[in-house]
């Protein structure tokens, strides 16, 4: 198996870990001979995400240009927009392209490019992250901060999806229903992809719309959504800007994301 690595949340923690030191030469210019234990240790985390997990070769993601969720969702993520980048990033990516395998795609965040090859090539890949959004996609999950592997299994995967429509996301600006935390999403979902999905599965039952008495997900959000005065419109842009493109979200050919419609 090989690696799918999460560099862009790895490069900017090493980014800022140089950022508390500020080194500038006399010129104000960035000190890279004075940054090389972040670059080192940079190098090292992926060393060791190989070791600790037991796979051959490492493919850093990162996010690549004109992110396809500003034109769904104008305020996507806007309350980044403006912030300087710590001052080491740029090079820490320049050097990651230089030294491994890196994997950039324009129009896609590195959780989408590692979404789509995860799931294009079931088994191949052990996903390394230590973002929540992930949890979207089934196949095996290294959290490199707690240092564990979890498996994510299909119904976990798309629970996790619709809850994260449900409760929204904050850092990356989308507000998902109104009036929706984390224990309400739960009770709008208990019937809908979480206990019910997993009963039918040890029955060998695929069906994930209804299936004696198992709730269609989607029309328990909508629902909700409509519980707040809002629409299936609303519902459904808080969907594609939370969605963790999968292979069946991507149009390889044209290389453009094929924006998340249900059923």
């Known amino acids: 198996m090989d690696l799918l690595i999460d560099a862009d949340i790895l490069a900017c923690q ?44 490492p493919v850093l993601c990162f996010t690549g240009r004109d992110n396809f969720r500003y034109s769904v969702l104008p305020t996507y993520k806007s309350n980044r927009r403006g912030k300087p980048k710590p001052i080491l990033l740029d090079a820490l990516i320049d ?21 789509i090859m995860a799931t294009e090539y079931p088994g191949r890949y052990v996903i390394a ?25 299909p119904w976990e995967a798309d629970y996790w999806f619709y809850f994260q429509v449900l409760t929204g996301d904050s850092t990356d600006g989308y507000a998902g229903c109104p009036g929706i935390g984390v224990c309400r999403a739960r009770t709008v979902l208990k019937k809908g992809v979480a206990q019910d999905a997993r ?3 040890d029955k060998g039952v695929t069906n994930d719309v209804t299936n004696g008495g198992v709730t269609d997900p989607w029309a328990r959000v909508v629902a909700a959504f409509e519980s707040r005065g809002l629409s299936e419109e609303d519902a459904l842009i808080q969907a594609r800007v939370a969605r963790i493109l999968r292979a069946d979200d991507y149009d390889f050919e044209e290389r453009q994301p094929i924006l998340w419609t249900p059923g």
């Open 95 to 115: 050097h990651a392209c230089e030294v491994w395998d890196c994997k950039t795609v324009n129009c896609l965040e590195a959780d989408d490019v590692m979404g």
């Open 14 to 57: 090493f980014a800022y870990a140089y950022e508390t030191t500020q080194s500038l030469n006399t010129n104000g210019d960035l000190d890279l001979d004075d940054a090389g234990w972040a670059i080192s240790g940079f190098d090292s985390a992926v060393e060791r995400m190989l070791i600790e997990t037991g796979t051959e070769n």
């Open 129 to 153: 992250t230590i973002d929540k959004d992930l949890k979207q996609i089934p196949g095996s999950h290294y959290n490199w901060r707690k240092e564990r592997i979890k498996d994510i299994e």
């Open 199 to 201: 009963r039918d599965t």
